[in-house]
């Protein structure tokens, strides 16, 4: 491993006074940033405390005058958990619209985001690299061969390698991989001494383990690598850009892109794809403005560099029992804490071009791959105490955590107050509390504030959308199809997202007492191509929630009317659960929109050439193709291995001190 750190020290030292200029220049910027990074965090925090501490009051407010119970004490400690995760996420969401409104980068807080210098040519070599599991052949090796032939267009394809990283258990599988490996390098003709694919007979860490051997292996050769996800598509400008960046940052380990979802047919996969396209960029600037050099890394879509990720990123079996215990199952997280804990840096980049993936088609599979993401995040909450995690990094974790707790808060919070409800109901109020009372207590009711609370809670969960649509309209519009179809997909989506939210709430729930209670998941490939749910699954996976619905609407309508008005939008989604599941995994509904001009993104209203390349392919390609023939298939030849070691982190430690890459001039 210092091997490919000197070879990287060297290729970035540059004779001349313009190399000490050169390294000034970009230590200043490092430190301006990292400087920038602690008022940041003083800011939103100014701006979330006073608000949470407002809404909790709110709150305080309408319990007090009837003296508060047991059942509001609690309600009043779980509304205030709740209101500051939604105060932080609306200030975030504020913050990126004005940062979006006027392009003004979130890091440099300067006019326009940065970029790198295109005139540039790339001088190190690159590696891509796809980690596979059980996935369906035809999409990974057609997705693959799209991000090949991207590169392969461009000036910088001699940089460039490409690696599958196939830890396919399924033998049929596997053996379709090789088979139609074998083919595609005879499609690559030349280029194909640059794509490599390697199957582990013994997968032992799942993803982690697999990128662990490949940089042990080979790791050497490259400065970087870019991580694809199995339904990954990436363009060959965005990939070039990405190596570009990291070559001319010395001081930057992680870039990670936001991946945004296409390809979508279904209703629900339109929706949550067009949800993506209109709010990430918002959203995205604002948790770059105050996550500043300390980025999350989200698994995929992104380049790291390669020498720092094997020196800092060997992750330990964690000590104890689930959920806590046992193998870092985020780990793209945990990653990203312990490079920027070494003192490397890594950002978000708020451009959307060129970075795509595919989402889970219907609810049920969203649903499925939000239990695995359940069990990893809240394994964070074991990390908190890692020795030298920045503050942007432990926030990290506790939100990706809390996005799930969350839901279980909201639960607990409404059914506390229907608890509390129906007791002042089925109670005949005492209005002498004191033996020498001369005046009775009447029951008060605090209608003002229970209307300011209301409406202070939609307008943290709705002005950021809002915020987000009417930007989309100064700026975007066309990429949405114009204004008009821009407003019929937001307001169908808005419909939607309160429609969904509370079958979303109840799942999320369910997994987070699962998970704590120590149910465990297998980590198994998710469904990638559109599926519409039968009658019989969607009945299945909602009938105890329906059902509690019914109860829960029945029993407040006959004691107290005025709770189940209020409960009724929520009741709504749950009582209605199978059929919005069945409905919304429609092909048909989903096409019908696109025809409609509703749930349009950018990609379709100007086509994005690697998707075109992708979609032709597909249809092209037909399932002949990846099926086994009946001779044998050797196993591909790999390029020579290097064997680095990749440490195992203690992370109960300093992390080991950083190598430098930059090195002052004499």
């Known amino acids: 491993m210092s091997t490919n750190l000197n070879k990287s020290m060297e290729a970035n030292q540059q004779s001349g006074p313009s190399s000490e200029i050169r390294s ?90 940065a970029a790198p210098e295109a005139s540039v040519a790339l001088t190190q070599r690159h590696a891509v690299v796809m980690p596979v599991y059980n996935e369906d052949t035809k999409r990974i090796m057609v997705g693959f061969e799209t991000c090949i032939r991207e590169l392969m267009d461009g000036d910088s394809k001699e940089n460039f390698d490409f690696y599958m990283l196939s830890d396919t258990r ?212 074991g990390l908190l105490n890692v020795k030298g995690l920045k503050t942007a990094n432990r926030l990290h974790f506790l939100f990706g955590a809390f996005a799930y707790i969350s839901s279980l808060i909201l639960f607990c919070m409404l059914a506390l107050g229907t608890a509390d409800a129906l007791i002042r109901a089925t109670t005949v109020p005492d209005f002498f509390m004191s033996e020498y009372q001369l005046f009775p207590s009447w029951q008060v009711a605090r209608q003002d504030m229970m209307m300011v609370t209301m409406w202070g809670t939609a307008a943290l969960l709705f002005l950021p959308k809002l915020l987000g649509i009417t930007l989309a309209l100064i700026k975007r519009r066309s990429e949405f199809g114009g204004a008009w179809s821009l407003l019929k997909g937001a307001s169908l989506e808005l419909v939607m997202a309160v429609l969904i939210a509370p079958l979303m709430m109840f799942y999320h729930s369910y997994f987070v007492i699962s998970v704590f209670v120590g149910f ?35 029993t407040t309508f006959y004691f107290t009317p005025s709770l189940f008005m209020w409960l009724l939008p929520v009741l709504t989604g749950m009582v209605l659960a199978a059929p919005v599941i069945r409905l919304t995994s429609s092909d048909v509904l989903g096409k019908t929109m696109r025809e409609w001009g509703v749930f349009v993104i950018g990609e379709e209203v100007k086509e994005c050439k690697a998707l075109k390349r992708l979609d032709v392919a597909m249809k092209h390609f037909t399932i002949s193709h990846f099926a086994t023939p009946k001779h044998n298939v050797s196993a591909p030849a790999l390029p020579e291995s290097l064997w680095l070691t990749m440490p195992e982190q203690a992370l109960n430690q300093q992390p080991t001190p950083r190598k430098p890459v930059l090195i002052a001039q004499g």
Request: with cysteine.
């Open 170 to 381: 399924d033998s049929d599988k596997a053996e379709a991989e090789l088979h139609a490996f074998a083919r595609l390098q005879k499609r690559l003709g030349a280029y194909a001494g640059q794509v490599f694919y390697r199957r582990r007979e013994n997968n032992t860490h799942r993803k982690v383990g697999n990128l662990k051997e490949f940089c042990e292996r080979w790791g050497g050769h490259y400065e970087s690598m870019i991580v694809l996800d199995a339904d990954s598509v990436m363009t060959g400008e965005r990939m070039e850009d990405l190596a570009k960046r990291i070559e001319q940052a010395p001081d930057t380990a992680l870039i990670q892109t936001i991946p945004m979802p296409v390809r979508q047919d279904t209703f629900f996969g339109r929706f949550v794809q067009f949800a993506a396209h209109l709010y990430s960029p918002m959203l995205a600037t604002g948790l770059s403005f105050w996550q500043t050099d300390s980025a999350n890394y989200w698994g995929h879509n992104a380049i790291i560099r390669i020498a720092p990720f094997m020196q800092h990123c060997g992750l330990p079996t964690l000590e104890g029992r689930a959920p806590f215990g046992g193998e870092v199952l985020s780990h793209d997280f945990v990653e990203a804490a312990l490079l920027s804990r070494a003192g490397w840096q890594a950002y978000l980049l708020t451009d959307t071009t060129g970075s795509y993936e595919e989402v889970p088609s219907n609810i049920v599979d969203y649903a499925i791959r939000d239990r695995r993401w359940v069990q990893g995040n809240i394994q964070h909450l």
């Open 24 to 113: 000034s220049e970009i230590r200043s910027s490092r430190n301006q940033i990292i400087k920038g990074a602690h008022m940041r965090l003083f800011i939103m925090a100014m701006l979330v405390i006073p608000s949470t501490a407002l809404a909790g009051w709110s709150l305080y407010e309408i319990f007090l005058p009837n003296g508060l119970t047991n059942l509001e004490i609690a309600q009043l400690g779980l509304g205030l958990t709740l209101f500051a995760w939604l105060c932080m996420a609306f200030w975030t969401g504020i913050i990126g619209f004005v940062l979006q409104l006027f392009n003004i980068d979130p890091l440099s807080l300067k006019k326009n985001l």
């Open 520 to 554: 465990s998941v297998k980590w198994e490939a998710q469904e990638r191509e559109g599926r519409k749910v039968p009658w019989s699954v969607a009945i299945k996976h909602t009938q105890i929630m329906s059902s509690l619905a019914i109860a829960w609407g029945v």
